[in-house]
């Protein structure tokens, strides 16, 4: 069993950045990737980035590649997601999520975090 818990979401003016955390719980947050998903009002929940369990591979959706950079500390048992170069249409609510396999597709994340809230400005 894995507990997510995100923190680091806010109220930012575009072009400006934030850095999103994911804290787990559990000794067994090495085994699994990471991943970022986003949800806008009325919109679906939408996959913005994947990190390995070693941190070796990464992928991102094409609208963040470039801006967002996913991370782990596995010592610290804590996924980050740093945003830069935001957007309007960046806003959202962001969830973490925990995984055996990786991959961008919802339905094969185990474990989800509560989300955290991005608004930027324009």
């Known amino acids: 069993q894995v507990q997510l818990v995100e923190s680091g979401g806010g109220l930012v003016q575009a072009a400006g950045s934030l850095r999103l955390s994911c804290a787990a719980s559990?000794?067994?947050?090495?085994?699994?990737?990471m991943g970022w998903f986003r949800q806008a009002p009325g919109k679906e929940r939408e996959f913005v980035a994947a990190?390995?369990?070693?941190?070796?591979?990464?992928y991102y959706a094409d609208s963040v590649k470039g801006r967002f950079t996913a991370s782990r500390d596995n010592a610290k048992n804590t996924a980050y997601l740093q945003m830069n170069s935001l957007k309007p249409e960046d806003t959202a609510v962001y969830y973490c999520?925990?995984?055996?396999?990786?991959?961008?597709?919802?339905?094969?994340?185990?474990?989800w975090g509560q989300g955290t809230q991005v608004t930027v400005s324009s």
């Open positions: 559990g000794r067994t947050f090495n085994m699994y990737a």
């Open positions: 999520a925990a995984t055996r396999h990786y991959g961008a597709y919802p339905a094969a994340y185990d474990y």
């Open positions: 990190i390995s369990w070693s941190a070796g591979n990464t």
